[in-house]
């Protein structure tokens, strides 16, 4: 086997433990820290009530069932049911609203690498003149944007005021595209739906721009510190030195070359793009997965909660194997 | 910077907080200024507020920004202007609170486990590397939910969330300071435990504390906002920044503006301050950071 596959085989292989720790976190953390029942009846709930939900739960067994039950349920796919309404399976419910974080995590994750290597690259071309003090200030300044206030102010000038941008959902309903993939505005191309497309379009504005902004302004730096020294690279000077355009030497030789720390940096920021949909979501009612679990914390669903915290916890240990695995094709240096 | 004792330390770092550092050196004093006033407004709360911040109808509802109310009333005819004021207590004591408790948690068990080693530094590395791996909100979102509403639910949650990263700073600095020679020199005229570890260990370690204190603060700040904003933060009787924020959104379509956006802005700058002043000393402090 090439010395690849082998790398590729005990990535995974690393992943099983990674995996099994972060779910035992969330076992530790929702069942040591207090008690779910309590927390979700809020404790002047009747004795009898309380011991039934505790029953159904599996909380009258001893801690350590109660763990071996929570990895075996997982093994399984199973996060349980949900404990309101129609108590329906809580993956079927996560499953259906994790389009919707996908579609926004696309968007607001490109759009955020464009404006933050875009103003990376202006920044370090003019370093230390007033543009580029403007732009780092920017990058610190994005890092202190609270999401809900910033949605607020977009929502107040380009929704209710200008009127221009929708400020909540993610379709009209009478436009809403036929469902294939639940990105909406890939089905509306896949069915040809061209009103539809416009819709979806104009409903993802705001949020992607409200979460791209937030998220841009660790790759305006990571960009503007790299391009910096690149700039001042041998290769660099020999290219001018042959006469080739300055745009040319920038976007093809310079950026091409730092484009591997973004891409580390890309695979870290998955974890905060979470919590910033979180956020996003629950700003812009955007149906996704975020605002579902902010809907269910409102009703202290217990079950739903601790599922969604394990998706999202499998997420992140997916995403930074995929990653790892990318980053090898792209640096052939990283060969563990 | 080795071996330097608190107060020349702070000496030092003041001495390069000069005019001629440039922007870095505006960083520093414009985020300490930002912080100051709102600690401030803080401590003068009874003082500053025109109003109280919890009686409704001191005026009428929502009543827009005029000489009265400058910031305008809300939904329930509060004064939004003292709400704020009141709620710079709140988020200063549960950011300060928290920063403590898990600054001195997460330096003491990593001072410990990296000078200790072996199986214990082994499992706890990997529990706190486990829970750093997590995005901080979500952690945050799990812990409240378990422990309820209130100020010390709150400030535990978000110590839960800003212990690893003490610990593992302190411990990687811990690891790499072991085999220095003036620890050897340290263990040849017999200290050993506790005094190498407090005495000539941790003295070393102090400089890296300040830097990463202040952006979790900034942190802090948006993830008790956030809690805040999301319902699992402070009970209704208590001025909370977040929450009168998410009540903003109400009316918003009718065009009243001013019952979320004064509230947030003070997340926002208050956040830009503690980040302001933190990056202007990772700067100065530790040029090799630069640019991060």
């Known amino acids: 086997m090439t010395s690849l596959r082998v ?8 992943s099983i433990p990674m995996l099994l720790i972060l779910l035992s976190v969330v076992f530790v953390v929702l069942r040591v820290a207090g008690d779910p029942v309590s927390a979700m009846l809020g404790g002047h709930a009747p004795i009898s009530e309380i011991e039934r939900i505790r029953k159904q739960l599996g909380l009258d067994k001893p801690l350590y069932i109660q763990y071996l039950n929570y990895l075996m349920n997982l093994a399984h796919f199973d996060l349980g049911r949900s404990m309101i309404w129609g ?19 696309i968007s607001a994750f490109t759009f955020s690498i464009l404006l933050g290597v875009f103003t990376g690259v202006f920044s370090a071309r003019r370093r230390n003149k007033p543009a580029d003090h403007a732009i780092r ?5 994005t890092y202190s944007i609270f999401i809900p206030w910033f949605g607020l102010v977009l929502q107040l000038i380009f929704g209710v005021y200008l009127g221009w941008l929708p400020i909540s959902g993610r379709s009209d309903p009478r436009m809403a595209p036929e469902i294939i993939t639940g990105l909406y ?26 979460l791209g902004i937030y998220l841009s302004g660790i790759y305006t730096r990571l960009t503007r510190t790299h391009m910096i020294d690149i700039l001042q690279s041998d290769f660099i000077r020999a290219a001018r030195a042959r006469g080739l355009p300055e745009r040319t030497i920038i976007y093809k030789h310079a950026l091409k070359n730092a484009f591997i720390p973004i891409l580390t940096m890309m695979g870290l920021q998955f974890a905060l793009l979470l919590a910033g949909a979180v956020l996003t979501e629950t700003t812009f009612s955007w149906p ?4 579902f679990l902010y809907e269910r914390i409102s009703y202290r669903d217990f079950t739903t909660i601790q599922g969604t915290i394990v998706f999202i916890a499998t997420l992140i240990v997916l995403i930074s194997l995929i990653v790892d695995i990318i980053y090898v094709y792209i640096d052939p240096r990283i060969r563990y | 910077m080795a071996n330097l004792t608190a107060p020349k330390m702070i000496t030092s770092m003041l001495s390069k907080i000069s005019p001629r550092r440039g922007v870095e050196g505006l960083f520093i004093i414009v985020g300490l200024v930002i912080v100051l006033t709102f600690i401030f407004m803080a401590i003068f709360a009874p003082v500053l507020a025109p109003y109280d911040p919890n009686k409704t109808r001191v005026g009428g509802l929502y009543e827009s920004p005029n000489s009265k109310f400058p910031m305008g009333t809300d939904r329930l005819g509060r004064d939004i202007l003292s709400r704020i004021i009141w ?3 709140t988020v200063l004591i549960v950011t300060f609170l928290s920063m403590a408790l898990s600054s001195a948690c997460g330096v003491t068990l990593g001072l410990i486990s990296g000078y200790v080693g072996g199986k214990f530094d082994t499992a706890l590395s990997l529990f706190m590397d486990s829970l750093y791996a997590f995005p901080g909100l979500i952690l945050a979102i799990a812990l409240a939910v378990m422990l309820g509403q209130g100020i010390m639910p709150v400030t535990v949650s978000l110590t839960v969330v800003y212990v690893p990263i003490y610990f593992r700073m302190i411990r990687g600095e811990v690891l790499s300071m072991k085999e220095s020679l003036f620890v050897e020199a340290a263990k040849a005229i017999g200290a050993k435990g506790r005094t190498l570890i407090f005495k000539y260990i941790f003295p070393n370690v102090i400089p890296s504390i300040p830097i990463v204190l202040s952006l979790n603060a900034a942190d802090a700040v948006l993830t008790l906002a956030a809690l805040s904003f999301l319902g699992l933060g402070l ?9 009168d924020l998410r009540m903003g959104y109400g009316a918003l379509t009718a065009k009243i503006w001013w019952p979320g956006t004064f509230p947030g802005l003070m997340i926002v700058l208050l956040t830009l301050g503690f980040s302001l002043f933190g990056e202007g000393l990772a700067e100065i402090l530790n040029p090799k950071l630069s640019g991060r």
């Open chain 1, 7 to 14: 790398y590729i085989i005990r990535r995974i292989l690393l």
């Open chain 1, 288 to 291: 996704g997965m975020g605002y």
């Open chain 1, 185 to 210: 505005v890939l089905d509306s191309i896949l069915t040809m739906n061209l009103p539809g497309l416009i819709d979806s379009i104009r409903h993802l504005i705001l949020p992607t721009v409200t």
């Open chain 2, 235 to 243: 009970p209704a009787h208590i001025p909370d920044w977040g929450f």
């Open chain 2, 87 to 89: 709620g710079s207590r």
């Open chain 1, 137 to 141: 200030l920017y990058g610190i300044i």
């Open chain 1, 87 to 105: 108590q329906r399976p809580v993956l079927d419910e996560i499953l259906e609203h994790f389009p919707a974080t996908l579609e926004l995590s």
